[in-house]
T-cell receptor, first 112, second 110 residues
Framework: DGGITQSPKYLFRKEGQNVTLSCEQN?????MYWYRQDPGQGLRLIYY???????QKGDIAEGYSVSREKKESFPLTVTSAQKNPTAFYLC???????????FGEGSWLTVV | KNEVEQSPQNLTAQEGEFITINCSYS?????LHWLQQHPGGGIVSLFM???GKKKHGRLIATINIQEKHSSLHITASHPRDSAVYIC????????????FGKGTKLTVNP
């Protein structure tokens, strides 16, 4: 089946640790995005990538890092520099900027 | 003031009722998206609009570019329509960024 796979669904992080969220797509889409969702807030853009080996910061990139070594994959690392990482993280893709956007099922990250 | 405002924040309806969710925005846009977020968190794209009206099943989305306003209508609502409905806009100029509203939580009771 075509789609976007995010993993893990639930993740617990100890303070001071880095964690990596996986996002894989087989839709052959060029653009991939990472969003963060907090209760009562709209989605906010962390990073996006339009092409392999290139990515751009979004509105809240501090404390996060990404890579785009393959078209299919866009992993997000939440570093220890992110002071308030507990949130719901969503990966999304589109064929190009003006096209329909497709979302993964999301990953819940909790700091313990 | 947020660039994208949705109303109402919460909406409770009885099965069969006609539902309207509103979205107003303050910037020039190239497209507007309506999204549905299920209780588990996954998001599905319902519509992408740049003008006029679109219909899919019991869902209808309209947009008025001059008034910077869009509506999502659900006819003959059903409990399975219970979800959070999110409006998002893409600014003019080819920006990669979508700006999201905070969502409208819809509960349809049987």
């Amino acid at each position: 089946d075509g789609g976007i796979t995010q993993s893990p669904k639930y993740l617990f992080r100890k303070e001071g640790q880095n964690v990596t969220l996986s996002c894989e797509q087989n839709l052959n889409h060029d653009a991939m995005y990472w969003y963060r969702q907090d209760p009562g807030q709209g989605l906010r853009l962390i990073y996006y990538s339009q092409i392999v080996n290139d990515f751009q910061k979004g509105d809240i990139a501090e404390g996060y890092s990404v890579s785009r070594e393959k078209k299919e994959s866009f992993p997000l690392t939440v570093t220890s520099a992110q002071k308030n990482p507990t949130a719901f993280y969503l990966c999304a893709t589109s064929q190009w900027a003006a096209d329909t956007i497709y979302f993964g099922e999301g990953s819940w990250l909790t700091v313990v | 003031k947020n660039e994208v405002e949705q109303s109402p924040q919460n909406l409770t309806a009885q099965e069969g009722e006609f539902i309207t969710i509103n979205c107003s925005y303050s910037v020039g846009i190239s497209a507007l998206h309506w999204l549905q977020q299920h209780p588990g968190g996954g998001i599905v794209s319902l519509f992408m609009l740049s003008s006029g009206k679109k219909k899919h099943g019991r869902l209808i989305a309209t947009i008025n570019i001059q008034e910077k306003h869009s509506s999502l209508h659900i006819t003959a609502s059903h409990p399975r329509d219970s979800a959070v409905y999110i409006c998002a806009v893409r600014s003019q100029g080819g920006s990669e960024k979508l700006v999201f509203g905070k969502g409208t939580k819809l509960t349809v009771n049987p």
